[in-house]
Nanobody, 125 residues
Framework: EVQLVESGGGLVQAGGSLRLSCAAS????????IGWFRQAPGKAREGVSC????????YYADSVKGRFTIFIDYGKNTVNLQMNSLKSEDTAVYYC??????????????????WGQGTQVTVSS
């Protein structure tokens, strides 16, 4: 059974950093595309960053390029999102998600099958 559990959210001042972690079980990272998504109040869920270890490209939303980094810690079996230079507009519930890799992937919520419960990130200005 695929399970994803996020942690690391919290309250941070603008300009600060947070690292989100998603503990994964029930699948191998090499067989799946994985990603981080977020949903702010009153807004649709959006893709923040997605990757597959079988694909050379990593996707970042334009709004986070140069500030966020997605990476896998194989030793801890986690997929992480390092978030630097945080802005108030980064405030949202952040979710990790996964889907079996099929040769390509899209960083869009409706393409992902498995979801964590989400973790709140609040950036104060």
């Amino acid at each position: 059974e695929v399970q994803l559990v996020e942690s690391g959210g919290g309250l941070v001042q603008a300009g600060g950093s947070l690292r989100l972690s998603c503990a994964a079980s029930g699948f191998r990272f090499d067989d799946y595309a994985i990603g981080w998504f977020r949903q702010a109040p009153g807004k649709a869920r959006e893709g923040v960053s997605c990757m597959s270890s079988l694909d050379a490209d990593t996707y970042y939303a334009d709004s986070v390029k140069g500030r966020f980094t997605i990476f896998i810690d194989y030793g801890k079996n986690t997929v992480n999102l390092q978030m630097n230079s945080l802005k108030s507009e980064d405030t949202a519930v952040y979710y990790c998600a996964a889907r079996p890799y099929s040769g390509s992937y899209y960083c869009a919520p409706d393409h992902y099958d498995y979801w964590g419960q989400g973790t709140q990130v609040t950036v104060s200005s």
